[in-house]
């Protein structure tokens, strides 16, 4: 048995209403009765305190085992934020400043070039005209790329190395990002924003920076201070029976259908510390991140990073100021929407009116590969924290009508 969500305060104490909460609860039972999901679980605070759980459907369809609060999850993307805020709370410590070339750390890429025509047998590559800089990594910036995206040749030379939704087997991050760096970039960096791979690189920045394995870092800097005793790059085995089973939607019905997954890399440590996709987890303990993000950095006395890191890493780093949508690669619904621009390991509410859902500017969120979501309303004081098992993300709206439907219930 692990944790639950315990609820701290009713809604109507922080300014909430109850009975419109219920319409987030009324949206999830639709996509789970329907069949789109197996099951799921929203959990939202406001003031730093649980107003609102709900959990419907089942975390294993075969054994009718229910989802539950204290139900386990692959996070994937979600590690995205985590690892950001660690190389943050190193640049905190003035390990590196954000305009430093990523090659200071991983001499790979002081060779990096860009990608100018050609094809994946044979590409034509030019010398990158700056470095590739830290803040590329962060934003999203760097012009690198993943496997999976089937968007340019580029994309195929990663599939071909055996970096689809994965990696090679037996491959480290080291070898990785030595691998990365040896492939033409799609972009110069800090001109386009392309959905990618920068985040594993930036897991290992952490690691040279800090001196420490990113398992070791994150467990000892960020999950034991915060409490997230259930959050690591693998499944204990006395954990595994509270693991979703991970699901698909059917082709033409988008009904859900399970995805076999072996046991038995789930239950031991993997050889490439996934800083931008590894991470399992439960409501529980992302809820602890999403309170520390909301509350300035602080969490029950203890700080990881200070309000103006914060501030800055929620800010829109974007060429231009412009949002994802007008320098994004290629379309991310789920992810890239109206309104929206990126910041330093976060997508990030420039303009509510464009967005076209209730909520403040400032307003940061990310989504997970499986469809798990999460947002903080900075303004409001707000956090929400949605999991379910669905792989790839394919729900477009819900993560906007979760947004939607627990910011209506703001009444005060």
């Keep these: 048995m692990g944790s639950p969500v315990e609820v701290e305060a009713e809604p109507h104490d922080v300014g909430l209403s109850g009975g419109r ?39 294993d369809l075969a054994s009718a ?4 609060q204290d139900t386990i999850v692959r996070l994937y993307s979600m590690t995205k934020p985590v690892t950001s805020v660690a190389a943050m709370m190193l640049h905190e410590e003035g390990a590196f400043d954000l305009l430093d070339p990523v090659s200071d750390f ?9 990608w100018v025509g050609g094809n994946r047998q044979e590409p034509v590559t030019a010398p990158l005209r700056e470095p590739l800089l830290i803040w590329h990594l962060l934003t999203h910036t760097s012009g690198l790329t ?30 990785a990002c030595d691998f990365f760096a040896g492939l033409p970039l799609l972009f110069e960096p800090g001109t386009e924003w392309n959905y990618s791979v920068s985040t594993d690189v930036l897991g290992r920045l952490v690691e040279v920076a800090s ?17 997230m005793v259930e959050t ?84 829109n780093h974007l060429p231009g100021g412009a949002n994802m949508a007008d320098v994004a690669r290629r379309s991310l619904p789920d992810l890239i929407q109206p309104g929206t621009g990126f910041g330093l390991g976060f997508a990030v509410v420039t303009d509510v009116a464009k967005s076209k859902v209730p909520g403040s500017a400032g307003t940061f969120f990310w989504g997970g590969a499986a469809s798990t979501f999460f947002f903080v309303d900075p303004v409001e004081k707000i956090t929400m924290v949605f999991l379910t098992q669905l792989l790839p993300s394919s729900t477009y709206p819900l993560r906007r009508q979760l947004r939607q439907l627990v910011m209506q219930s703001v009444i005060d």
């Design 232 to 315: 690591g790059f693998f499944v204990q085995p006395d954990q595994y029976a509270r693991l979703a089973s991970l699901y698909v939607p059917e082709s033409g019905t988008r009904q859900a259908r399970v995805l076999a997954v072996q046991k038995e890399r789930e239950t031991s440590s993997p050889a490439l510390l996934s800083g931008g996709g590894g991470l399992y987890g439960t409501a529980a303990d992302y809820l602890r991140f999403t309170k520390m993000l909301v509350n300035d950095g602080e969490l029950d006395g203890t700080r990881l990073l200070g309000r103006k890191t914060l501030q800055l890493m929620t800010s």
């Design 146 to 175: 993943y496997g999976f995206a089937l968007d340019h040749s580029v994309d195929a030379m990663y599939r071909r190395a055996g970096y689809g939704l994965g990696a090679p087997e037996g491959m480290d991050r080291s070898k």
């Design 65 to 68: 085992a229910p989802m539950s």
């Design 106 to 114: 991983i001499p790979a890429f002081a060779d990096s070039r860009v």
């Design 211 to 227: 001196g420490m394995p990113l398992d070791t870092f994150f467990a000892e800097r960020i999950f034991r201070p915060l409490g």
């Design 21 to 59: 909460l219920g319409r987030v609860d009324a949206l999830i039972r639709r996509y789970v009765d329907s069949g789109r999901l197996a099951g799921a679980m929203v959990a939202v605070t406001r003031d730093s305190k649980v107003v609102h759980v709900f959990e419907h459907g089942d975390r």
